[in-house]
Each structure stands twice: as structure tokens, then as C-alpha cells.
């Protein structure tokens, strides 16, 4: 994080505040947030795409407060489930601002969207389109729609997370024409408003030449789109996907070229094409929350396999983390309680959970005194951390704290076992009825 740094006494801090002060207050694991590092991300953002709608995906991390950030940073909110759009409901987040993904919406979920007047519903399949139309049509509305289109490109990235190519579940085939089908068919629906085209080709990516071929096929569409309807669609919406720096040899794009480039190519495209410049958008999730957030573990055991390998378990685990197991992903993790011994060892980093894929990060260097009692400090854990975490084993899932120029404070509050407790219906709960 921009404002993380080495105290004197080899403390570390984040946003001004000592970890082992936090560790004190709040306990561990606990995922430390540097409000400022988020703040200034958003504001790159703004000013790269600037024209542009910048929508911060929700799915990264979201609460109350983050909500209310996103706001305050003049950035928009793509939310996909009708939990994420609660969140947004309550603190009254713009429903103008909002965008509402998803490729199995519930009626539920799109009544719900409707009632609050979202700004912009993304359809996702034939179905949807006339179950979107039959809620507007029932709310006595118009509902401004973006058609999902997936492009056939191949992000270089992992298979889980890859969304632009043909096989899977998302959007409309372009290649297989059901894209312009798709479009044709919320034309005819007079209670939506086709407003524009998306793609999102997948996440965690370090390359711009997918970005560049999807837009290319986008702007395509968008002819094909004025030739065949003889209208021009107003909106282009790029999708997420930046990638982020985990360890050291990753080497993520700088915001600013990835939106010059792109709003160029867009550009020089639609002119060649005669075509009205759409109003680009993109859907940053990563790239801006992941890399403002470090989660704070206590040392619990430390397992020397002699000649093999070093173990070191802390307080937390698959349940917080489950990014490492799923997509095998990279971490790095640091000691920051104190200034550790200058020999360092490679050590495998795991959590508390009873199976032995429970890895936070494989193979980090570490001090060659590490011992129980030390806090270890894993950073870029701010996007599928928390918003992934689980209650598996019953653990309760870790507080957000947010930090900023020296304070602290809890927008997420810490799980109990109560709360866990809480959800069981047996014993019989004397509020429901079991005769
Ligand atoms: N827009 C759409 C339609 C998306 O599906 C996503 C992510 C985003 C935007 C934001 O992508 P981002 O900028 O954060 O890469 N759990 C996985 C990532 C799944 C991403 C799903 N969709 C992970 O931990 O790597």
C-alpha cells in the first residue's frame, strides 16, 4: 500500500497505524484496508478514463462504507447479485450510477433492480431479455439495457477467470451471431432501452492485446449494429480485468497508457467506420481495491521438516484466502512485529483449516527466527479475500478494518460464534412454527 512503511522499531504501519497496535485492538487475522491507497487508485482511474464511466466492480469487496466511498470518488457500481445491490440500497448509492450484471438474474433479483431504478441492466441471455422486459413493462418503465456480447478473445489468464472466449457461460456469442440476435431482440421490446454493448474477456490480465481486440470486435459490432438498425448505439462498456502486482515478477499495466491506448484505438476505429465515438466504459475491480489491503496473521506453530521443508502456521487460512488453493495463485507474506534475524528461509505459509491444500503462500521468504507470537503480513488482499471468505470449520470470517492517516476503524466487523450459532434451527427456533 502507498502508505505501508518500516516504524523505527521495525513495526510495520499502514495508513499511519502501527500493526501491532491493530492486532491488539482488533485480534487476528483481520484484513487491514489503507483508505488513502483505495482513494488515490479511484481518482487514477477517474482522471485516465476521464469521459469514461469508471464503474468499481463490487464483487472485489464490498460493504456499507466501501459503498459510500465509491460514491464519494465520483465512481460508478457494478453490482451482480440482489445482495450486492443491497448493500448499494442502503446507503442510497445513486441508482443512476448503478450497473447490475449477472448471467442467471432471478426474477427476484431484476424486480428488485427495476424497483430501484438501476441505471443500466446488462442481459446476458434470450430469457432474461423478456423476463427484464415483462418486469419493466409491469413497473411501468423503460429500462436502459446493455447487451453482453462475448468476443471470442482468449485472455491470457486462469481458466477459472477467462470470460471472453466462445465455450462458457456468460453473454452472447459474437462468432456465432447470437450477439446481433440478442440485440435485435431487445430492439423490438418497447420497455428497454438498448443502450450500448459489453465485454469483459476476464480478470487478473497484464497484456493490453486482448483489450485492444475486444474493443476492435465491439466496434464492429456497433457497425454492423447502425447498418442493419440504423442506429447508433451510444455506450461501449470494455469490462474489468487490470491485473495487479502479487509478487515481484508480476508486471501490471499502468492505468494510463491501458486508457489512452484504448480510447484511441476506439477512436481511430469508429472514425475509419463513420461511426459516433460510444461513451467508453470500464469495470475495474482488482486493480482498485486489491492492492490497498494487507491481512494480519498471528503465528501460531512453526514445523521444521528437515531437509524438506518449514511450516509455518497461522490464524487464519483457506477460509480468508481462498485464491491460493482455487487458482493456485502467488503470494508474498513478511514478518512486520519486529525486525526478525537476517537469515531468512523459504518457508510454506498455511492456515488452521483441517486439509493440507489450506496454503496461504507457497515458498516466501521469511526471517530465520520466525516464532508463535509473530505477525505476518500478507499483501495485495483486498480484492477475493474477503468478498471469497468462508465459514469452513466453523471459523469466523475476519474484520475489515480501515485505516487512514493514523486511525482506525472497523467497517466490517469481526464474525463470532454466535453469529454462526445463530443460523441453526435446531434447537427449534420458538419464532418458527414446526407443527
Ligand atoms: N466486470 C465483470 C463483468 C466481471 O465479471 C468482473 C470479474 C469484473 C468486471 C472485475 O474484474 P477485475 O477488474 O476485478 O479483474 N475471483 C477471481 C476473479 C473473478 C473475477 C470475476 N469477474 C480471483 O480471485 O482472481
Not at 17 to 23: K, P, Q, S, T, Y
Not at 135 to 142: C, H, M, N, S, T
Not at 260 to 273: P, Q, S, T, W, Y
Not at 301 to 312: A, D, I, M, N
Request: with cysteine; net charge negative; proline share 5%.
Amino acid at each position: 500500500p502507498l502508505t505501508a512503511r518500516l516504524e523505527a522499531d521495525g513495526v510495520m504501519s499502514v495508513g499511519g497505524v502501527r500493526v501491532d497496535a491493530l492486532a491488539a485492538e482488533f485480534g487476528t487475522p483481520a484484513f487491514v484496508l489503507d483508505e488513502a491507497d483505495f482513494r488515490a487508485r479511484a481518482t487514477a482511474w477517474r482522471q485516465a478514463f476521464a469521459d469514461c464511466d469508471v464503474y468499481y466492480a463490487g464483487k472485489a469487496f464490498l460493504c456499507r462504507a466501501f459503498a459510500r466511498w465509491v460514491d464519494e470518488e465520483g465512481l460508478r457500481l457494478d453490482v451482480c447479485t440482489g445482495g450486492e445491490l443491497a448493500v448499494a440500497r442502503s446507503v442510497g448509492f445513486p441508482a443512476e450510477r448503478l450497473l447490475f450484471h449477472g448471467n442467471n438474474k432471478s426474477l427476484g433479483e431484476l424486480r428488485a433492480a427495476v424497483e430501484y431504478r438501476v441505471g443500466r441492466i446488462v442481459v446476458d441471455s434470450f430469457v432474461e431479455i423478456e423476463r427484464l422486459a415483462a418486469v419493466a413493462a409491469a413497473a411501468g418503465i423503460r429500462q436502459r439495457v446493455l447487451v453482453r456480447v462475448t468476443p471470442g478473445v482468449e485472455a491470457h489468464t486462469h481458466s477459472y477467470i477467462s470470460t471472453g472466449q466462445e465455450d462458457q457461460k456468460f453473454g452472447f456469442s459474437l462468432a456465432g451471431g447470437a450477439a446481433a440476435r440478442a440485440v435485435a431482440a431487445v430492439l423490438a421490446e418497447s420497455g428497454l432501452e438498448l443502450v450500448g454493448l459489453h465485454a469483459h474477456i476476464g480478470s487478473q490480465i497484464f497484456d493490453t492485446a486482448g483489450f485492444g481486440l475486444a474493443a476492435h470486435r465491439m466496434v464492429g459490432l456497433l457497425a454492423r449494429i447502425r447498418d442493419e438498425h440504423g442506429v447508433e448505439l451510444p455506450e461501449l462498456d470494455l469490462g474489468g480485468g487490470l491485473g495487479i502486482a502479487y509478487t515481484s515478477e508480476d508486471a501490471p499495466l499502468d492505468v494510463e497508457e491501458v486508457a489512452e491506448r484504448l480510447i484511441a484505438l476506439v477512436g481511430k476505429e469508429c472514425a475509419a467506420l463513420g461511426l459516433t465515438v460510444p461513451r467508453l466504459g470500464v469495470e475495474p475491480g482488482r486493480a482498485l481495491v486489491g492492492s490497498s489491503t494487507v491481512t494480519l496473521y498471528e503465528v501460531g506453530t512453526v514445523k521444521e521438516l528437515p531437509g524438506l521443508r518449514t511450516y509455518v502456521s497461522v490464524d487464519g487460512g483457506m477460509s480468508d484466502n481462498i485464491r491460493t488453493a482455487l487458482y493456485d495463485a502467488r503470494y508474498t507474506a513478511r514478518l512486520v512485529s519486529r525486525p526478525g534475524a537476517a537469515t531468512t528461509q523459504v518457508v510454506t505459509l498455511v492456515g488452521r483449516h483441517c486439509e493440507s491444500g489450506d496454503v496461504v503462500a507457497h515458498d516466501v521468504p521469511l526471517p530465520g527466527d520466525v516464532r508463535p507470537g509473530d505477525l505476518v503480513a500478507v499483501p495485495a488482499s483486498g480484492a477475493y479475500h474477503r468478498s471469497m471468505a468462508s465459514n469452513y470449520n466453523h471459523v469466523p470470517r475476519p474484520p475489515v478494518i480501515a485505516v487512514r492517516d493514523g486511525t482506525a476503524r472497523v467497517i466490517v466487523r469481526r464474525e463470532t460464534e454466535d453469529d454462526l450459532l445463530r443460523l441453526d434451527a435446531d434447537p427449534p427456533d420458538p419464532a418458527v412454527s414446526v407443527t
